[in-house]
């Protein structure tokens, strides 16, 4: 089982899942509230075309079918440009939409902002690794945020999660 943070997610189980809206790689708008009726991953990663994140969200959309897709709405949301994630999602021919958080705004509201703590250049505009299910209610039913960057979500208990919706 992946190693998973001491920190607390601001956003757990159990709580309404707070609307945002960012933009996606293309720079269409992409709102969270509009998803209701059909589950929701968010995948919050560090940085595009980093080694860990790359074979993260690899392996998300070359399993896509086991994540419930198309009927489960799975996002990578990272404070990368959208161009960056435009060339990103097309370099790695990724099948889901990655949204910008450019500011962290979304990533300091679900708890998963780096805090001055990331690398030895202090960055603080960066997701930590995290995972959040939301049901078609808009009810989180798993949050992970993982303690280190090197360690993938845990994508059993993610698949695990959506087969009990």
């Known amino acids: 089982m992946p190693e ?3 920190h607390v997610p601001r956003v757990t189980e159990g709580d309404e899942a707070p609307d945002f809206t960012l933009f996606t790689h293309d720079m269409e708008p992409w709102t969270l509230s509009e998803k209701r009726g059909q589950p929701v991953v968010l995948l919050f990663f560090p940085g595009a075309f980093t080694s860990v994140c790359t074979t993260e969200l690899n392996a998300v959309n070359n399993d896509r ?8 709405a799975i996002v990578g949301i990272s404070t990368d440009s959208p161009f960056v994630l ?3 999602r097309k370099v790695n021919d990724l099948q889901f939409s990655l949204l910008s958080d450019h500011d962290a705004d979304v990533s300091e509201t679900f ?5 001055n703590d990331f690398t030895p250049m202090k960055l603080d505009r960066i997701s930590k690794r995290a995972a959040f299910v939301i049901d078609g209610d808009g009810i989180v039913r798993y949050a992970e945020i993982t303690e280190n ?4 979500p ?9 087969d009990a919706l």
Not at 149 to 152: K, L, N
């Open 65 to 72: 079918d086991a994540f419930g897709a198309p009927e489960t």
């Open 111 to 115: 708890g998963v902002k780096y805090d």
């Open 149 to 152: 960057a090197g360690v993938q």
């Open 154 to 162: 845990d994508f059993d208990a993610i698949k695990e999660t959506l």
């Open 86 to 88: 435009d060339e990103f």
């Open 4 to 6: 998973t943070t001491q």
